[in-house]
């Protein structure tokens, strides 16, 4: 059984930083890629970033490309989302979630899902 769990999330000004972790309880994260994906109400869940294993090869979707960072320690069992330069349309819940299948953003090659984190972006 593997338990996921955000913090981080909050309301900022446009241009703000905020720092997004999963910390996993139960079964390590060490052999499974990890990503981030964000939900606004009404709207699909879409992603955001991924990363591999390791933490060698990451993957991010273009609207938060050269903004948001991805990475993760293994040893803590903890994965981060670095998310600067924020915009309003960042606004959303964010849920980090362990990949099961081969394709980094599709939902349903995810099995294991947290509980989401709310970020909240001002104009």
């Known amino acids: 059984q593997v338990q996921l769990v955000e913090s981080g999330g909050g309301l900022v000004q446009a241009g703000s930083s905020l720092r997004l972790s999963c910390t996993a309880s139960?079964?390590?994260?060490?052999?499974?890629?990890m990503s981030w994906f964000r939900q606004v109400s009404g709207k699909e869940r879409e992603f955001v970033a991924g990363?591999?294993?390791?933490?060698?090869?990451?993957y991010y979707t273009d609207s938060v490309k050269g903004r948001f960072t991805i990475s993760r320690d293994n040893a803590k069992n903890t994965v981060t989302l670095q998310m600067n330069g924020l915009k309003p349309e960042d606004t959303a819940v964010y849920y980090c979630?362990?990949?099961?299948?081969?394709?980094?953003?599709?939902?349903?090659?995810?099995?294991?899902w947290g509980q989401g984190t709310q970020v909240t972006v001002s104009s």
């Open positions: 979630a362990r990949r099961s299948g081969s394709s980094w953003s599709s939902q349903t090659d995810y099995n294991w």
């Open positions: 990363i591999n294993w390791s933490g060698g090869i990451t």
């Open positions: 139960g079964r390590t994260l060490s052999l499974f890629a």
